[in-house]
Nanobody, 128 residues
Framework: QVQVVESGGGSVQIGESLRLSCAAS????????MAWYRQAPGKRREFVAS????????VMLESGKGRFTLSKDNAKFTITLQMNSLRSEDTAVYFC?????????????????????WGQGTQVTVSS
């Protein structure tokens, strides 16, 4: 089993920044990729970004390019999503996910079913 715990989030104004962190524990040596998703009220869960744990390859949501940065630290199983120039449409609950599926190891994965382990979510609210 792998446990996933998020931290960060909160309320900011348009144009400000937030940092979200996520740590995988337990059988984390088996984790091949980790990702952030978000879900706004009444909407489906949306992929934000993923990163492979070995090569650090990042896949990013188009609207996040140039504003969001996803990185992993030397501990390998902790990832950080730095979000700059936040917009009101970034408001959502952000979920961290981890997978041990081998096919996610090289390029990462972006599908919700690809990830078996999920955190509880953390609220991000961006207002004017």
């Amino acid at each position: 089993q792998v446990q996933v715990v998020e931290s960060g989030g909160g309320s900011v104004q348009i144009g400000e920044s937030l940092r979200l962190s996520c740590a995988a524990s337990g059988q984390s040596d088996s984790v091949t990729a980790m990702a952030w998703y978000r879900q706004a009220p009444g909407k489906r869960r949306e992929f934000v970004a993923s990163i492979t744990t070995s090569g650090g390859r990042v896949v990013m949501l188009e609207s996040g390019k140039g504003r969001f940065t996803l990185s992993k630290d030397n501990a390998k199983f902790t990832i950080t999503l730095q979000m700059n120039s936040l917009r009101s449409e970034d408001t959502a609950v952000y979920f961290c996910a981890a997978t041990n599926r081998n096919y996610c190891a090289t390029y990462g994965c972006s599908g919700v079913p690809d990830y078996q382990y999920w955190g509880q979510g953390t609220q991000v609210t961006v207002s004017s």
